[in-house]
């Protein structure tokens, strides 16, 4: 049964950045799709960035483009979401997420309804 787990959020004044890992384990990562997704206060949850099964597809929210980056390390089975220029607006519970991606080694998807495998969140709180 794969589990993920979220690290490396915290709380970060407006332009710093943190990286947030996103580490497997009792499965491999290698067949998966992985999203990141956030969900602040009130809000529903969005997506952030997704990242294929070979890792030659990327998609970015509009919010974050330029500013966010997703990586991902199959040897490491860890996918990361490097965050810079980091503002208010960025303070979330971030969530990685993985689905089954036999099918289609390019596939990226920003939504949540494929995702199958969820991690517990990391708190990102971006203040002064």
């Known amino acids: 049964q794969l589990q993920l787990v979220e690290s490396g959020g915290g709380l970060v004044q407006p332009g710093g950045s943190l990286r947030l890992s996103c580490a497997a384990s009792?499965?491999?990562?290698?067949?998966?799709?992985i999203g990141w997704f956030r969900q602040a206060p009130g809000k529903e949850r969005e997506g952030v960035s997704c990242?294929?099964?070979?890792?030659?597809?990327?998609n970015y929210a509009d919010s974050v483009k330029g500013r966010f980056t997703i990586s991902r390390d199959n040897a490491k089975n860890t996918v990361y979401l490097q965050m810079n220029s980091l503002k208010p607006e960025d303070t979330a519970v971030y969530y990685c997420?993985?689905?089954?991606?036999?099918?289609?080694?390019?596939?990226?998807?920003?939504?949540?309804?494929?995702?199958?495998?969820w991690g517990q969140g990391t708190q990102v709180t971006v203040s002064s």
């Open positions: 997420a993985a689905f089954s991606a036999l099918l289609s080694q390019s596939m990226c998807v920003m939504a949540p309804g494929p995702y199958n495998y």
């Open positions: 990242i294929s099964r070979s890792g030659d597809n990327t």
């Open positions: 009792g499965s491999t990562l290698n067949y998966r799709g």
